[in-house]
């Protein structure tokens, strides 16, 4: 089973443990790109929104979206009461992906994609740690950044450069999906990936709801990372294992 790791295209993919840094893109394209690259670094907060409108909505287009009714739609409603309902003012839509993919990511439009593996895995506490973190990366800038790579990383960055940041509107679905599977496989550093759980233990705590699911969740995260081939989720950096050790810690007060 290949386990891949999506919190937004602004925002972050699931998981906590992981997501790829900017050095993973295609650095080396940016720089040959020369002006090309300086739009993608410098597109605006609205700029990464509407291209977190269009990669999602090509997303949804690829992946089998579970029905209202679903079991996995149901549980995630229950999962998500009292969690965050917007995102940096972006009203957060939820939604889960029908695929055995261990994943979860979130964009900077308030797009939230939990993948039915990684339901299939976890408990609702550590349902809840996951999609915090996800959050975090969203709340804390993360996922613009991770846009602007995915942007430049893109074959989109062929239009940008031949138009103003117009071509942002003119994106065609294979495009806007190239840009999406860029933001998703792309990871987070490790500093990144530290302030998003601390997001999420923060936002656990302010909720009264159990911060236990961050340790176990790491936990499991970490006995799958084994054989996951280093791709993902469970490509944490920090490893796994620190991470559940940090957020332990943090629950005993040291």
């Not at 972050?12 to 997501?19: E, H, P």
């Not at 209202?68 to 229950?78: D, V």
């Not at 990144?192 to 601390?198: G, I, K, L, M, V």
């Amino acid at each position: 089973m290949k386990i891949k790791l999506l919190t937004a295209i602004v925002a972050s993919g699931v998981v906590l443990a992981g997501c790829k840094t900017m050095e993973s893109a295609d650095v080396g394209g940016l720089l040959d790109s020369g002006s090309t690259a300086m739009k993608a670094m410098t597109l605006t907060d609205d700029d990464v929104v509407t291209l977190s409108n269009d990669s999602c909505a090509a997303m949804d287009a690829q992946n089998k979206v579970a029905d209202a009714k679903s079991k996995y739609t149901l549980r995630l409603n229950k999962v998500i009461a009292g969690m965050p309902q917007a995102v940096n003012g972006k009203k957060a839509v939820y939604k889960v992906y029908m695929t055995q993919d261990v994943n979860a990511w979130a964009m900077a439009n308030g797009c939230i994609r939990v993948y039915s593996g990684l339901m299939d895995l976890m408990n609702d506490d550590e349902l809840r740690g996951v999609i915090g973190h996800e959050i975090g990366h969203v709340a804390l800038g993360h996922s613009k950044k991770r846009m602007q790579t995915a942007y430049a990383a893109s074959a989109a960055r062929s239009i940008a450069a031949n138009s103003g940041n117009s071509a942002l509107a003119s994106l065609s679905r294979s495009q806007a999906g190239d840009v999406g599977e860029k933001f998703i496989n792309a990871q987070f550093s490790q500093s990144q990936e530290s302030a998003a759980d601390d997001y999420s233990f923060d936002l656990l705590t302010e909720k009264k709801m159990s911060r236990q699911g961050l340790v176990t969740s790491f936990q499991k995260l970490a006995k799958l990372s084994a054989g996951s081939g280093g791709s993902s989720i469970l490509s944490s950096h920090p490893p796994s294992e620190q991470r559940a050790k940090r957020m332990q810690d943090r629950i005993d007060g040291k």
